[in-house]
């Protein structure tokens, strides 16, 4: 009997390590916090003998508690790096409903879990086309010309390069969006004086739309509207500084630099 409530509780325990990986994905993803604690709650809760489960979910850490026969078992895990991948969210999602509602083992849901964290569906090369695309219709919203919207779509397509490089080194969001914002201002600067483009301000516009923090605004107030107001505080206030972040690069190639031009 010792050896099989040995082997239960074992059990609980991937349980727990698979809740608070489907969370931390979801969370590296950029989820709301309140979707994360409805995912993580929902796999603890889908085994018999459960009797308590609560998650605290900040952007920043997953807290996990359960009761197990009379045992309290918690779990922490600390979230760095937060990216945004909503197939991810989409399949972590997909996999909790698929995980309570059916037999799987917590062996394969780990190895499910795992798997789902490897998947990219688009390359580097793809995701910077695309996002110079996108940034260079921005610039023709601004009432920029056919040569601006050129100019902002090769200096978006570089500095998209640039940016997945400067992600690798782990530095913190305010410094890889200061850099790329300096990049973009001296690019745009120089292919103004090039003659791809008429206009420095339009093209810079178009050029770091692919910086503003609009999914960290968005979660933000759908955390503080959910009543997460610890993370809508924490997410708002990432988006603030990203913003400063992009206004400081900016303004500085501007003003000593570039003279103000």
């Given at each position: 009997?010792?050896?099989?409530?040995?082997?239960?509780?074992?059990?609980?325990?991937?349980?727990?390590?698979?809740?608070t990986l489907a969370g931390r994905l979801m969370l590296k993803a950029g989820a709301e916090t309140y979707r994360v604690e409805d995912t993580v709650m929902r796999i603890c809760?889908?085994?018999?003998?459960?009797?308590?489960?609560?998650?605290?979910?900040?952007?920043?850490?997953?807290?996990?508690?359960?009761?197990?026969?009379?045992?309290?078992?918690?779990?922490?895990?600390?979230?760095?790096?937060?990216?945004?991948?909503?197939?991810?969210?989409?399949?972590?999602?997909?996999?909790?409903?698929?995980?309570?509602?059916?037999?799987?083992?917590?062996?394969?849901?780990?190895?499910?879990?795992?798997?789902?964290?490897?998947?990219?569906?688009?390359?580097?090369?793809?995701?910077?086309?695309?996002?110079?695309?996108?940034?260079?219709?921005?610039?023709?919203?601004?009432?920029?010309?056919?040569?601006?919207?050129?100019?902002?779509?090769?200096?978006?397509?570089?500095?998209?390069?640039?940016?997945?490089?400067?992600?690798?080194?782990?530095l913190s969001f305010f410094i890889d969006k200061f850099i790329a914002s300096v990049f973009i201002s001296i690019l745009s600067y120089l292919f103004i004086k090039l003659g791809?483009?008429?206009?420095?301000?339009?093209?810079?516009?178009?050029?770091?739309?692919?910086?503003?923090?609009?999914?960290?605004?968005?979660?933000?107030?759908?955390?503080?509207?959910?009543?997460?107001?610890?993370?809508?505080?924490?997410?708002?206030?990432?988006?603030?500084?990203?913003?400063?972040?992009?206004?400081?690069?900016?303004?500085?190639?501007?003003?000593?630099?570039?003279?103000?031009?």
């Amino acid at each position: 009997m010792t050896n099989l409530n040995e082997i239960e509780r074992e059990e609980v325990k991937k349980l727990l390590v698979l809740a608070t990986l489907a969370g931390r994905l979801m969370l590296k993803a950029g989820a709301e916090t309140y979707r994360v604690e409805d995912t993580v709650m929902r796999i603890c809760q889908s085994r018999k003998d459960i009797q308590y489960v609560d998650a605290f979910v900040i952007p920043t850490g997953i807290f996990i508690s359960l009761e197990y026969k009379g045992e309290l078992i918690s779990y922490i895990k600390r979230v760095k790096n937060i990216s945004i991948d909503l197939n991810k969210i989409a399949l972590v999602n997909e996999f909790s409903r698929t995980f309570v509602s059916s037999h799987m083992s917590i062996e394969d849901g780990i190895r499910e879990i795992k798997r789902i964290n490897k998947i990219h569906i688009y390359s580097n090369f793809t995701q910077a086309f695309f996002g110079a695309i996108a940034s260079s219709f921005f610039c023709l919203l601004f009432q920029g010309t056919s040569m601006d919207f050129i100019a902002a779509f090769v200096v978006s397509f570089i500095v998209s390069f640039l940016l997945s490089f400067v992600s690798s080194l782990k530095l913190s969001f305010f410094i890889d969006k200061f850099i790329a914002s300096v990049f973009i201002s001296i690019l745009s600067y120089l292919f103004i004086k090039l003659g791809i483009g008429n206009s420095l301000d339009k093209v810079i516009i178009g050029a770091i739309m692919p910086l503003v923090p609009g999914v960290a605004i968005t979660n933000a107030i759908r955390d503080t509207m959910s009543g997460d107001f610890m993370s809508g505080l924490s997410r708002g206030m990432e988006a603030v500084f990203s913003a400063l972040a992009i206004a400081f690069g900016v303004g500085i190639v501007l003003i000593f630099f570039i003279g103000g031009y």
